[in-house]
């Protein structure tokens, strides 16, 4: 299975900052990458398919971008209501395998 | 509104079985390849089963093979996986999924989700 890896696995931010998250996939993927944000208590949301593209109703301060075996996601304005938790997944080769979760918490 | 509605899950015994259901409304089921996350407690995200969206194919990872069978009713717009020789590490909230993209090729990106269904593996 592809092993995919985030860092960091917490961040700290203020609303307002500008925020970047990173997953490296143990193999290339090309651009088979999504994003999910998961709030307490719910189900993850989708946010972003194939590395860069915005998944319907995300808000664009959102972005994703990368290819092979790096990618990132960018928050660019960080909103009240963007602390959560954020995983990627590849879809590259079966099985879709996450990383383990990057915690976006509130300084 | 897309809804997707798990239902069966449940505390059971190491080797007992269980049968979860999902029942969707708000899309036309029958264009859509679903799959079944399983979510253990406080950990990530892990892929367990899917189906295409005329139920001809089904896929699993090495933990569901075997012991998990995953199905769906057309008829009845809902999703089904039953699980036998249940393990402690099979504790999870599983959540029913719907695939992104219609009509027969799965993007196994998940663009809605239920609400879980929680199952706990223990004696």
């Known amino acids: 299975d592809i092993q995919m890896t985030q860092s960091p696995s917490s961040v700290s931010a203020s609303v307002g900052d500008r925020v970047t998250i990173t997953c490296r996939a143990s193999?290339?993927?090309?651009?088979?990458l999504g994003w999910y944000q998961q709030k307490p208590g719910k189900a993850p949301k989708l946010l972003i398919h194939?590395?860069?593209n915005l998944h319907s109703g995300i808000p664009s301060r959102f972005s994703g971008s990368g290819s092979g075996t790096d990618f990132t996601l960018t928050i660019s304005s960080l909103q009240a209501e963007d602390f959560a938790i954020y995983y990627c997944?590849?879809?590259?080769?079966?099985?879709?395998?996450f990383g383990q979760g990057t915690r976006l918490e509130n300084k | 509104e897309v809804q997707l509605v798990e239902s069966g899950g449940d505390l059971v015994q190491p080797g007992g079985s269980l049968r979860l259901s999902c029942s969707a409304s708000g899309f036309t089921f029958t264009e859509y390849a679903m799959h079944w996350v399983r979510q253990a407690p406080g950990k990530g995200l892990e892929y367990v089963s899917g189906?295409?969206?005329?139920?001809?194919?089904?896929y699993y990872t090495d933990s569901a093979k075997d012991r998990f069978t995953i199905s769906r009713d057309n008829s009845r717009n809902t999703l089904y996986l039953q699980m036998t020789s249940l393990r402690p590490d099979d504790t999870a909230l599983y959540y029913c999924?719907?695939?992104?993209?219609?009509?027969?090729?799965?993007?196994?990106?998940?663009?809605?989700w239920g609400q879980g269904a929680p199952v706990t593996v223990s004696s």
């Open positions: 997944q590849q879809t590259s080769t079966f099985p879709p395998t």
């Open positions: 194939g590395a860069f």
């Open positions: 999924v719907k695939d992104r993209v219609p009509y027969g090729s799965n993007s196994y990106y998940f663009d809605y």
């Open positions: 193999h290339g993927i090309i651009d088979w």
């Open positions: 189906i295409s969206s005329n139920g001809g194919n089904t």
